[in-house]
């Protein structure tokens, strides 16, 4: 049932990260592939790597945090495939480390924005065109922080609660048109997002905070995604899914 061939699915930061591992394995189980992301260069290496595998992928760039343009890279997906089964709304950033009454207006405007308006968005077009076409799945990735809180990152924790909501909320309105809406809650993922804000000393804090004793592994996030897309999740929708070595467990 982890056979995606004929399906086309559309992935939003899919040029870094958790992204590009649900990309490559997508592609790799025969689905056609866009890759839309703010960085078309790196979207375009994802999409060259999978062609080198056999496999079939187209890139956009997209700002996901911008109105027309998820609109028109949704059109690029149906336009270039044909149709859309599949979307991954997974582009994200982590935002500036401040507490609550620190936090600048303009930053916490940027976090909604890129991590949870974009979702929004996204779905919108998504859902139009998985309608016409009878039917599809979402993920959205939101995080481990779209339950728990976490020490000086109020807009993030925000944004995820947010995207964990609006998943449960679109998930009732669609399930009898056979599209089902999930969420997916990574622990601390090892991925440039988190490499390039974190300190080392901080990355062994975060490793300790998940019982199996270390970070997550994009791959790791990718399974679950897919597992989540394909039809043996056929009875599965509006719910949220942790893949955090025992994070939430504590
Ligand atoms: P990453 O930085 O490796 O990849 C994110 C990708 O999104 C990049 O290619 C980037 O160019 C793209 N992007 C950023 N802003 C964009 C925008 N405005 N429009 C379009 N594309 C944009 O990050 P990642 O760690 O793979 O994170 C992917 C998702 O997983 C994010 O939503 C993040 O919040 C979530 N997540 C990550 C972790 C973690 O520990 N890494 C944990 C939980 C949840």
Same mark, same amino acid.
């Given at each position: 049932s982890q056979d995606f061939s004929g399906k086309v699915a559309f992935v939003t930061g899919g040029a870094s990260g958790i992204g590009e591992a649900v990309v490559k394995q997508l592609a790799a189980r025969g689905a056609k592939v866009v890759v839309a992301d703010l960085k078309l260069d790196a979207a375009?290496?994802?999409?060259?790597?999978?062609?080198?595998s056999g496999g079939e992928a187209a890139a956009v760039a997209v700002d996901v945090s911008k109105i027309d343009q998820v609109e028109k890279a949704v059109q690029f997906a149906v336009d270039t495939f044909g149709k859309l089964d599949l979307a991954?709304?997974?582009?994200?950033?982590?935002?500036?480390?401040?507490?609550? @009454?620190?936090?600048?207006?303009? &930053?916490?405007?940027k976090v909604i924005d890129v991590n949870l308006n +974009?979702?929004?968005? /996204?779905?919108?077009?998504?859902?139009?065109?998985?309608?016409?076409?009878?039917?599809?799945?979402?993920?959205?990735?939101?995080?481990?922080l779209g339950t728990n809180g976490?020490?000086?990152?109020?807009?993030?924790v925000?944004?995820?609660?947010?995207?964990?909501?609006?998943?449960?909320a679109a998930a009732i309105?669609?399930?009898?048109?056979?599209?089902?809406?999930?969420?997916?809650g990574p622990g601390f993922i090892e991925t440039p997002l988190l490499g390039s804000a974190t300190p080392s000393e901080t990355l062994n804090?975060?490793?300790?905070?998940?019982?199996? @004793?270390?970070?997550?592994?994009? &791959?790791?996030v990718a399974a679950l995604?897919?597992?989540?897309? +394909?039809?043996?999740? /056929?009875?599965?929708t509006g719910s949220y899914h942790l893949v955090d070595g025992g994070y939430a467990a504590q």
């Open positions: 375009q290496a994802t999409v060259d790597a999978v062609k080198a991954v709304n997974n582009a994200g950033i982590g935002g500036k480390a401040a507490k609550a @009454g620190d936090y600048t207006f303009e &930053d916490w405007h +974009s979702v929004f968005y /996204s779905m919108k077009y998504e859902i139009a065109a998985m309608l016409k076409n009878g039917g599809g799945a979402i993920v959205n990735m939101a995080s481990i976490f020490a000086s990152a109020p807009a993030y925000s944004a995820k609660h947010g995207v964990v909501g609006l998943t449960k309105d669609y399930a009898k048109d056979g599209i089902r809406v999930t969420a997916v804090g975060l490793r300790a905070l998940h019982p199996v @004793g270390r970070l997550g592994q994009s &791959d790791e995604t897919l597992f989540l897309l +394909s039809d043996a999740a /056929s009875f599965i």
